[in-house]
């Protein structure tokens, strides 16, 4: 082990040289370099006792240049997204956002998974009958019936359902 320090520690520089040539930038050629050794160091039992170790770390160090870009992309493609800002009138989208996904949530699963399937995911009825393993005509009832319940409860309208008499119960009037 101390061999192997001894021979990671010798080919430091010619890592931050090499870093500096990838990355153009200092800092980051620091952090690659500081990165190369900790993996090496975790991977010791990986190297091959005999073999280039410079040619072993250089392809540690490229390979983490590599992953760091692609990280970077991400984040860039990430940060280019449009994401509310919080100007006027955006938070009440959020807020009525927050209320669909409630409601949906409160839906039967087999109603949750017919309007995913035609309305989320695009397809059509006989596909989604497919998927779901039923008949189109019974995802064509399901997603009706959780379009109505939906747009229903995120007007705060009562159910017609709930207001009609619960069979087996007298009801009871109020004298006026």
Same mark, same amino acid.
């Given at each position: 082990m101390a061999l192997f320090q001894d021979t990671l520690l010798e080919n430091l520089p010619y890592l931050r040289a090499y870093a500096r040539r990838l990355s153009r930038d200092r800092a980051m050629a620091d952090d690659l370099v500081q990165e190369t050794a900790f993996r090496a160091l975790c991977n010791v039992d990986k190297f091959m006792p005999g073999t280039n170790m410079k040619a072993w770390l250089s392809? #540690?160090?490229?390979?983490?240049?590599?992953?760091? /870009?692609?990280?970077? *992309?991400?984040? =860039? =493609?990430? =940060? !280019? #997204? @449009?994401? @509310? +800002? %919080?100007?006027?009138?955006?938070?009440?989208?959020?807020?009525?956002l927050r209320d669909f996904e409630q409601e949906f949530a409160m839906l039967?699963? &087999?109603?949750?998974?017919?309007?995913? /399937? &035609? %309305?989320? *995911? %695009?397809?059509?009825?006989?596909? !989604?009958? +497919? #998927? !779901?393993? $039923? @008949? @189109?005509? +019974? #995802?064509?009832?399901? &997603? $009706?019936?959780?379009?109505? +319940?939906?747009?229903?409860? /995120?007007?705060d309208e009562t159910p017609a359902q709930s207001l009609a008499p619960i069979p087996g119960v007298a009801e009871f009037q109020i004298a006026a």
């Open positions: 392809a #540690i160090l490229r390979n983490q240049f590599y992953d760091e /870009l692609r990280s970077r *992309s991400r984040i =860039a =493609a990430y =940060a !280019a #997204i @449009p994401h @509310p +800002t %919080g100007q006027a009138g955006e938070q009440e989208s959020l807020l009525e039967p699963a &087999v109603q949750r998974e017919a309007l995913s /399937l &035609v %309305g989320a *995911s %695009g397809f059509s009825y006989e596909e !989604a009958a +497919t #998927i !779901a393993g $039923c @008949p @189109p005509g +019974t #995802i064509k009832s399901r &997603v $009706c019936r959780a379009r109505s +319940t939906l747009e229903r409860r /995120l007007r």
